[in-house]
């Protein structure tokens, strides 16, 4: 759910046709007057994508697509699908010399990381709005430890402009408070809240967790490959670490509960809060997500002078400036462009076959950035092993999102946090992946007033993949039913934003639902669904190639797994699979790992 924790699904291929996204004219301004109402009517037509007015890359990359599009028939690497996965594969590939397109059904690239633009109601300034990543951190970090999508920047030469902060806020069954990054203010908060001793097991648990976080960095994700190279870019570069760190890494790879209940920690709060950070940065609770994953985690927030970041343009500015270094090292983007199938001769990936029958060949591999159910719709059936199909077919799912994306007047509102956190009830069947328990708020034009008309703020609130897609399989979309139901499942949103703001639906002029059925449209999201929900011990992520040759896959449902980190480190691991072994090191050392 983001760079560090909070990441929504970073979609390999995206709906074609886009009315207003997330939502209707009747989802919007409906909690209000006539005047809202009329507001509501013309609304659909100021809905932009911010990709579509603000990148030069995605316009110039837009011309291409149907049938008669003039563009290359033959290149080396397809990648479909632009999500931050797919993005990531294609420019390294385009810096390693590849002749890479990349195939997006969507008219914006991004995946879950678009964003797009609505008008004011009055006119005056564009509300910018964002469907997946909200939180970050370590985007402009360097070293073995930084995050995979820092080095995946580094190496196209398209830095961001990072605005760092500190604090988020939380509301607990315990209460409401502040609490930063870093390695003391949460021990403050802990002897608050809970009292010395539980403040002691934490300062406990950072000194259990300190040989697991170096354990966890000592091999940089974009070191790793598969093939037999991997001895070379990875083993034998950093042997002296692995030595040194192999001790610690043996616990890396069970659940984290098993190193929560190992370092003693018996606080029920802290034990509550364990299990939110580590269902925000995999979709499960403590006991089903990876030790590896939290190590990762504790290494970037929880040391001295550490900070999160937000790119000064939101999530969409991530995905232009993967876009500029695929585009600088002669890499293509192509939107518009829906692959109808995976071609396949001979037992191997041909290429594609785009909607209206043109065919985009290649000579080395098709790399697919859609989940893996999708992926298999993609094939012709008899191009697939049963056993593969199977295992597909077995992969458990984490639920959907339900989002609420909110405009309004900012007035006297000037000591507003960024970030919100809402727990409901820890104790509820499930605890914090319970349906509804847990909400989560950004108001991104806090930090970065530009994504706002002046005088006002952009809000996104979501339940992060806890939204049971069952309540909405089968429902039109222009059904009343379908309103009414929006309707209903939303008010935990509108609850949650109104702990935060009281008056919040006095402010509101702007009000757009996205829904399950919202991500598998426009997101081409079987189900609508996070990503795979492999419980560490009991599963593994599958590597990325595929039982079908020259076809590959990248993304959440691809090692390391889910959360922005995680699916830049897929696509360079795909695309360094991709490289010789010779290019690959080079790339190290030019990025100083």
């Not at 316009?59 to 697509?65: E, I, K």
């Not at 039913?481 to 008056?503: H, M, N, Q, T």
């Not at 509101?508 to 059925?517: D, I, K, N």
């Amino acid at each position: 759910m983001s760079s560090a924790v909070l990441q929504a699904p970073a979609a390999g291929v995206a709906s074609a046709r886009v009315d207003a996204p997330w939502a209707s004219p009747h989802t919007i301004g409906t909690r209000g007057t006539a005047k809202q109402a009329q507001q509501a009517r013309r609304l659909q037509a100021g809905c932009r994508h911010r990709g579509r007015l603000a990148t030069a890359s995605a316009a110039n990359a837009s011309s291409a697509g149907g049938a008669g599009a003039a563009a290359e028939d033959e290149v080396d690497i397809v990648v479909i699908g632009s999500g931050i996965g797919g993005l990531s594969c294609a420019g390294l590939l385009a810096k390693y010399g590849k002749k890479v397109l990349v195939c997006e059904s969507h008219d914006v690239p991004g995946g879950a990381a678009h964003a797009w633009t609505v008008r004011a109601p009055d006119g005056d300034g564009l509300y910018h709005l964002e469907s997946g990543p909200s939180l970050y951190s370590d985007m402009a970090g360097r070293g073995r430890g930084a995050n995979p999508l820092a080095h995946v920047l580094q190496a196209l030469g398209e830095p961001l402009d990072l605005l760092r902060y500190k604090n988020w806020n939380v509301v607990l069954p315990e209460g409401t408070f502040l609490t930063e990054v870093g390695a003391s203010q949460f021990i403050e908060v802990l002897h608050e809240v809970r009292g010395p001793e539980a403040a002691e097991e934490w300062r406990r648990l950072q000194e259990f967790m300190r040989p697991l976080a170096a354990a966890a960095t000592m091999l940089p994700p974009v070191a790793f490959r598969q093939d037999l190279g991997v001895a070379r870019t990875a083993a034998l570069r950093y042997l002296p670490q692995i030595l040194s760190n192999g001790a610690a890494a043996s616990q890396l790879t069970g659940p984290f509960s098993k190193v929560v209940d190992a370092a003693g920690i018996r606080d029920p709060f802290t034990r509550n809060w364990l299990d939110l950070l580590s269902f925000l940065l995999s979709g499960l609770p403590a006991n089903g997500t990876i030790a590896a994953e939290v190590a990762f985690m504790f290494a970037q927030w929880y040391s001295p002078d550490c900070y999160l970041e937000f790119p000064r343009g939101g999530s969409q500015a991530m995905v232009d400036a993967l876009v500029r270094g695929l585009e600088k090292h002669g890499g293509r983007l192509q939107l518009r462009s829906h692959v109808q199938q995976i071609l396949v001769e001979d037992g191997k990936a041909a290429g594609v076959q785009l909607r209206g029958g043109r065919t985009i060949r290649a000579r080395q591999a098709v790399v697919s950035n859609a989940s893996s159910p999708d992926t298999l719709r993609l094939l012709p059936a008899e191009a697939v092993p049963p056993a593969w199909r199977q295992s597909v077919d077995d992969t458990p799912l984490c639920p959907s999102f339900l989002h609420l994306h909110l405009g309004f007047d900012a007035t006297g509102l000037e000591d507003l946090e960024l970030h919100h956190i809402v727990v409901n009830d820890w104790d509820l069947p499930g605890g914090v992946t319970a349906p509804q328990n847990v909400v989560l708020i950004s108001i991104a034009s806090v930090i970065d007033p530009g994504l706002a008309p002046a005088g006002k703020h952009c809000l996104h609130a979501y339940v992060p993949a806890t939204e049971p897609y069952e309540l909405w399989a089968g429902l039109d979309r222009r059904s009343e039913e379908y309103r009414r139901l929006k309707e209903e499942r939303s008010r935990v949103l509108w609850d949650a934003v109104r702990k935060v703001i009281p008056d919040i639906d006095s402010r509101v002029e702007l009000s757009m639902v996205g829904t399950p059925l919202t991500h598998e449209r426009f997101l081409r999201r079987h189900r609508g669904a996070y990503g795979p929900a492999i419980r560490a011990g009991e599963g593994l992520f599958p590597w990325h190639t595929t039982p079908l040759a020259r076809l590959y896959c990248c993304g959440d449902f691809t090692f390391p797994g889910i959360g922005l980190p995680a699916v830049a480190a897929s696509g360079a691991i795909t695309a360094n699979s991709l490289a010789s072994v010779d290019q690959h090191l080079s790339l190290l050392d030019e990025l100083g790992v």
